[in-house]
């Protein structure tokens, strides 16, 4: 291994959304919505859908291959493959396991991690860790969702928010000075029953009693994850760049994780970014937890919003609660 850590970017970009689209409209034959309500507290339109074949796997191999074809990267050449979810394909084995084997990607070690909307920063944290130490040279990192598998669809409240979606980061080594500079992770196990799935693991097995009484499902306190959300992702930005040595000045774009239209303007306002200095795709496809900001960090790269060279910053809050932001000098 490396006595001298090498700098660690991003080096291939890919997502993959499902085709289903589900729009406020739809949602208004379902429960007491409507268009206007949803917009206005959210800034949601329309989110997407897997279909019922489809699994967290099957989204994540296909984000997985477009980021590979991205970095000129062959399946063989991955090194560690980390998938970022909360829906996984089941208990065990890991989905990471589930696409190293339909990649073929024989020389990889696999293995998910759960930090619900914030795991593709702290997967990104941990990736990179094994490449800067000289342990890898290339990680997959993966994050993958089907929220709508796990919500219930007759609380107006939790349905009208999530997504499903994928989206893929290659890393590797990358010219020193640039790449990730700095990550802020934290979590805060105080706020647990905000954000949760009361049933099914090993706390609370499945049982009759819990699917007649809809634990199975996620719920949440949506004022309060509101609260926490518009005061730390701004309190973790300016953690990231102090630790990256830098100022808001410096910061030329933010990536955020997609969940709501008025957090997102607070950690704006926050780092004192004009509008068009901030990726936006929430209302085309809600809140996607882990997979929201890869998603929307290889859509703003694809359309040029973010050159080689540029300071970018990346910045999640989710249940635990948990929260991470990285800082990246972007290098390709």
Not at 66 to 85: F, G, H, M, S, Y
């Amino acid at each position: 291994m490396s006595s001298n850590p090498r700098s660690v970017g991003i080096v291939g970009l890919g997502s993959w959304l499902p085709d289903n689209k589900i729009s406020n409209y739809d949602l208004m034959k379902l429960v007491d919505t409507s268009d206007e309500w949803i917009l206005s507290r959210t800034g949601i339109s329309e989110r997407r859908k897997a279909s019922e074949q489809e699994a967290a796997s099957d989204l994540g191999l296909m984000a997985a291959r477009r980021a590979l074809a991205a970095a000129n990267v062959r399946p063989e050449e991955i090194d560690l493959i980390i998938v970022a979810t909360i829906t996984p394909d089941m208990f065990f084995p890991a989905t990471a396991c589930l696409i190293q084997k339909n990649l073929g990607a024989i020389n990889a070690a696999a293995f998910d991690l759960s930090a619900a909307c914030s795991g593709f920063i702290y997967a990104l944290s941990v990736g990179s860790q094994f490449i800067a130490n000289g342990h890898y040279d290339t990680v997959l990192v993966v994050a993958a969702e089907v929220m709508t598998k796990i919500i219930n669809w007759e609380d107006r409240n939790s349905c009208i928010l999530f997504g499903d979606g994928a989206g893929a980061a290659v890393l590797q080594p990358v010219a020193k000075d640039s790449g990730f500079l700095s990550f802020e992770l934290g979590a805060d196990g105080t706020g647990a029953e905000y954000l949760q799935i009361p049933a099914g693991g090993s706390r609370k097995p499945a049982s009759l009693e819990t699917v007649l009484n809809k634990e199975h499902f996620l719920k949440m306190n949506g004022n309060e994850v509101f609260k926490f959300a518009v005061k730390k992702m701004g309190d973790i930005s300016v953690k990231a760049l102090e630790k990256a040595g830098l100022t808001e000045e410096d910061l030329d774009y933010l990536v955020p994780h997609q969940a709501n239209t008025r957090i997102i303007d607070a950690a704006r306002k926050r780092l004192g970014l004009a509008e068009d200095k901030v990726y936006i795709n929430l209302d085309k496809y809600g809140n996607m937890s882990s997979a929201s900001i890869p998603i929307a960090l290889s859509e703003a790269v694809a359309k040029g919003y973010i050159q080689k060279g540029n300071i970018i910053l990346l910045v999640a809050f989710g249940a635990g609660l948990t929260w991470g932001s990285a800082v990246i000098k972007w290098a390709i």
